[in-house]
């Protein structure tokens, strides 16, 4: 008997210490792959382009707004490519796109002003689907909420220092802010190579990952719009605030530099304020992986974000009273706004889709979530630039931010009551199903009517 136990406990062991290293292996990974995408993609925004002006507009508006329309076109595309991608594949497209991005950063600082705005319309569309090819790697394992927690915060520790590293190549090595990208994309390229290669050598799911989070399929254009359509009324909710949010950050990533007063700040206050950001959100996700009830964890999540847009809607339209300093302010809204946003980039679809034994993917519901949120960042962008363009960067953020709190706030909490309610019908459908079949009856729904949604 105490044989069989050590044995048991050995081998429990041994499993903890195999999940412990494949975290390290798959979580590092994806994290500093991503964190390396930023390096490619975000470090012009520490740039400023004081006193420039292109076609009447001021020029880093026109660069931001025609490096997300490439981003935007990317997205669209991959609601498609990403669905369907397999996984031999998937390093080759990596390359692929880090290659094309590195070259546009190229062609941004040896083009003359303005027109080598239009090189960063190349790097936008490259980089647009790195995010759901990378999370393909890691998604359906039982770990995945671990894996997620880390590529999620990829998103916030490598904003503030792709910001903080661009300011430190401009000031202290007096690099140029049209090649500093360029210079920056120059070293992120190998590793982010070497690293999407470590990404391909890791092991498929196992069978008890596919019995905890089921298994992940492609999914073609009919298979699309079917699921689209049985859980319409609850993605749309999300489609709708998850816009919002996009919206927000990337005007809070694109423009923090013109938003707070840097004047007696460090240059790496962006990446410690982040810093922080990051290990409370990797707490509270990686928490997640210890709860196997998949609706409990997204009703979990769900109320953090609830919490989370609330907190940020009340600091917008106090922001007078509060008197708040730089450092608090953006802390406080760095942290409620990337807990809803990375909340959708993570582990949210992931748990959706193994709660209601979803046959698809993350990357679908990633990508269609972005490609919605950056329709809505150009539109937003064109709308301050050629409407308030006198509006002060700061006021209009906080109006921004105030409003989008609020409607994120109702449409998260209608989410979670949907979720609730379509969960119990179909755990009563599924009760009553193995009832009838246990007694012998053969389940053909008399007596009983099919849940709609109209009736959810």
Request: hydrophobic share 50%; charged share 15%.
């Amino acid at each position: 008997m105490k044989t069989i136990t050590e044995a048991i406990s050995k081998q429990s062991s041994n499993r903890r210490l195999a999940d412990f290293l494949f975290i390290l292996w798959a979580g590092g990974a994806a994290l500093l792959s991503y964190s390396l995408v930023y390096a490619l993609r975000k470090p012009f925004t520490a740039a400023t382009f004081d006193g420039i002006e292109a076609f009447g507009f001021d020029y880093k508006v026109l660069v931001t707004i025609i490096q997300i329309a490439g981003y935007l076109i990317a997205k669209f595309i991959g609601i498609k490519l990403i669905s369907e991608l397999k996984r031999e594949n998937r390093l080759k497209f990596i390359l692929v796109s880090i290659a094309v991005a590195e070259l546009s950063l190229v062609a941004f600082g040896a083009l003359p002003t303005p027109y080598n705005m239009f090189a960063m319309f190349f790097n936008g569309l490259s980089l647009g689907c790195m995010w759901g090819v990378i999370f393909s790697f890691i998604e359906g394992r039982r770990t995945t909420d671990i894996l997620a927690s880390l590529l999620g915060i990829s998103i916030v520790i490598s904003s503030g220092t792709a910001k903080s590293i661009g300011l430190f190549v401009m000031n202290t090595l007096n690099v140029s802010e049209f090649w500093m990208p360029a210079l920056i994309g120059a070293f992120a390229l190998p590793l982010l190579a070497l690293l999407g290669y470590s990404l391909t050598r890791l092991p498929q799911p196992t069978a008890q990952d596919i019995e905890q989070k089921s298994s992940r399929v492609t999914l073609n254009g009919k298979q699309r719009k079917e699921l689209f359509i049985d859980f319409m009324p609850f993605l749309v909710l999300l489609f709708v605030a998850n816009l919002m949010l996009v919206v927000l950050r990337d005007i809070k990533e694109d423009f923090l530099v013109k938003i707070i007063d840097m004047n007696g700040q460090s240059s790496w206050m962006f990446a410690q304020v982040d810093t922080v950001v990051t290990l409370i959100i990797l707490a509270l996700f990686g928490a997640m992986a210890f709860v196997k009830s998949n609706i409990k964890v997204l009703v979990a999540l769900l109320g953090l974000v609830v919490l989370g847009t609330a907190t940020m809607s009340f600091i917008s339209f106090n922001y007078d009273s509060l008197q708040l300093d730089a450092i608090t302010w953006l802390f406080v809204q760095s942290l409620c706004l990337y807990i809803a946003y990375l909340c959708f980039q993570s582990i949210f679809f992931d748990r959706f889709i193994a709660c209601f034994k979803i046959k698809g993917n993350v990357g679908f519901f990633i990508v269609t979530i972005d490609f919605i949120g950056y329709t809505g960042t150009v539109l937003v962008l064109m709308f301050k630039e050629f409407a308030h363009a006198d509006i002060n960067w700061l006021e209009f953020y906080n109006i921004l931010s105030g409003y989008v709190g609020l409607i994120c706030t109702v449409a998260f909490t209608c989410s979670m009551i949907y979720l609730i309610q379509r969960y119990k019908k179909e755990k009563q459908l599924k009760k009553a199903k193995e009832a009838e079949m246990s007694n012998g009856i053969k389940f053909t729904g008399e007596g009983m009517e099919p849940t709609t949604f109209s009736q959810i």
